[in-house]
Nanobody, 122 residues
Framework: VQLQASGGGLVQAGESLRLSCAASSRIYSSYVMGWFRQAPGKEREFVANIRWNTGRAWYADSVKGRFTVSKDSAKNTVYLQMNSLKPEDTALYFC????????????????WGQGTQVTVSS
């Protein structure tokens, strides 16, 4: 399955954005869909994910309470609602999938989609 992320943009600190990730085909119930991000000069880091069949979600500590991952099974789409954005959230956000839950490492990811840029100004 191919993944296409969208919804990035330039916002001010404290504002919100919602990222979308549309899959090119049916997402299997065993999949875990989610997001990584990569800031300039830094390594990729896990953001959030959601198990497709149960809806259970996991979050990085840095985004807990501000970001919410959700899914629309009928649209084969996963979302990332980002509230109270901070300049340190500035990064290229990648939609990915795996079959493993929990707080991912890069090695847990089975497929990387293209990223969408989020820039938060102070």
């Amino acid at each position: 399955v191919q993944l296409q992320a969208s919804g990035g943009g330039l916002v001010q600190a404290g504002e919100s954005l919602r990222l979308s990730c549309a899959a090119s085909s049916r997402i299997y119930s065993s999949y875990v869909m989610g997001w990584f991000r990569q800031a300039p000069g830094k390594e990729r880091e896990f953001v959030a994910n959601i198990r497709w069949n149960t809806g259970r979600a996991w979050y990085a500590d840095s985004v807990k309470g501000r970001f919410t991952v959700s899914k629309d099974s009928a649209k084969n789409t996963v979302y990332l609602q980002m509230n109270s954005l901070k300049p340190e959230d500035t990064a290229l956000y990648f939609c990915v999938h795996s079959t493993d839950g929990g707080q991912w490492e890069e090695r847990d990811v089975r497929y990387w989609g293209q990223g969408t840029q989020v820039t938060v100004s102070s």
